[in-house]
């Protein structure tokens, strides 16, 4: 079942990299209590990802931030050291969070794993924005092809703040 708007997320485990090394965060500590911009991504450094998709986020985040959106998120089904080297790589400012859904859980249990398998990717994630408050969807924006940044990207969810 994919997910919609009104819909609570589902319980799920994210790790990302610290000072003290990888650590597990759950769905509600990301989540809860805060609106949060998560941004969903196939892969970190591919090129549409890479040089779209996250320019859009960090162009729009002080906006994004300023429209009173507590966190933003990154996530991508990738390992936590590949999410730490891309993070290192984009965010000179540290305006995100980089979760790393290395099995594609999330991606599943949200409705929103994509067969990349025919690239040589394997299992990925839909590439989507949607905003959430409080582990509740309040906007979903969904892209209808992996290569476009149409709808998903950090423009668009500020215009919908």
């Known amino acids: 079942m994919t997910i919609k708007v009104g819909d609570s997320l589902p319980d799920a485990k994210f790790r990302i990299m610290t000072d003290e090394g990888v650590q597990v ?8 209590g805060k609106k ?10 591919t090129g549409t990802c890479h040089k779209m998709h996250l320019p859009s986020i960090f162009l729009n985040a002080y906006a994004i931030k300023d429209k009173g959106v507590n966190e933003i998120a990154i996530v991508s089904v990738n390992d936590a050291f590949v999410m730490n080297a891309w993070k290192r790589d ?25 067969d990349a398998s025919g690239n040589g990717l394997g299992i990925r994630s839909k590439r989507y924005s949607m905003l959430v408050e409080d582990g509740v969807v309040k906007k979903l924006n969904v892209e209808p092809a992996p290569g476009k940044v149409e709808v998903s990207g950090g423009d668009t969810l500020l215009g919908q703040l």
């Open 25 to 32: 965060k759950s769905t509600g500590d990301i989540f809860k």
């Open 36 to 45: 949060v911009a998560l941004f969903a991504v196939p892969g970190a450094y």
């Open 90 to 114: 984009t965010d000179q400012r540290n305006e995100a969070t980089f979760l790393a859904d290395g099995n594609g859980e999330f991606a599943k249990a949200i409705g929103m794993e994509l």
